[in-house]
């Protein structure tokens, strides 16, 4: 049976990019359960397609994402508690989709990003913004908190940061966002996807199973001490990939002077 064809996206593959563009420029690109679903959905099959090699996140229209859609929004107002905990499950586990996704992932900032929508950014590998977006974690000004997004966005902008952008509901720039490291790169509007492509061929250029093993590595590594543990995990994961066919394979490239195979085609 074929799956639907998703209402609030638009899905490309060009070669080995995928890209997964919101569709909703007249909400501003804000998600509710539909969207959410079809993001789980998109982020699990592109995920496992061997010809997707990276995954870009883009938006249509002057926002990014404005995080929760209105009327959902007022659907969630009349919910009990065991309600709120299914539906903040379901965001929950999108986020996790696309931060855990095998391929690497690209976020197009062309615009605004509040609330939820910094949730998305932050799940994303990297980030590129134009100068003019807009960034807010404005749960604060509803009398909410940015609860299940804040492990994606307290580990891209660090806790300092978001002591201060969480409890001040703040707008920052683009500037502020590489500042701190909310974002990767900073392009005017005309060079954006210049920036994303030259992201997209480095991350296209390398060894798939070696991209998907650092996205790993960095999730073990981050934030441990550096213990005896921690250093067997390193020791065992560069004796896996060396012995692995794409570790050969790169390395035999090296020697002989050639093209891996990953590029040869």
Known sequence: MTAAAPQHLRITVEGACATVTLARPELRNAFNDAVIAELSAAFTALGAREDVRAIVLAAEGPAFCAGADLNWMRRMAGYNREENLADAARLAEMLRLIDTCPKPTVARI???????GMGLVAACDMAVAVPTAGFCLSEVRLGLIPATI??????AMGARAAQRYFLTAERFDAAEALRIGFVHAVAEADALDAQVQALVKALTGASPAAVRACKTLVRDVAG?????ALIQGTVAAIADIRASAEGREGVQAFLDKRKPSWLAS
């Open 110 to 116: 062309q615009g605004d990003v509040y609330a939820g």
């Open 224 to 228: 441990r001490p550096i213990d005896a």
């Open 150 to 155: 804040s492990p994606y966005v307290i580990r």
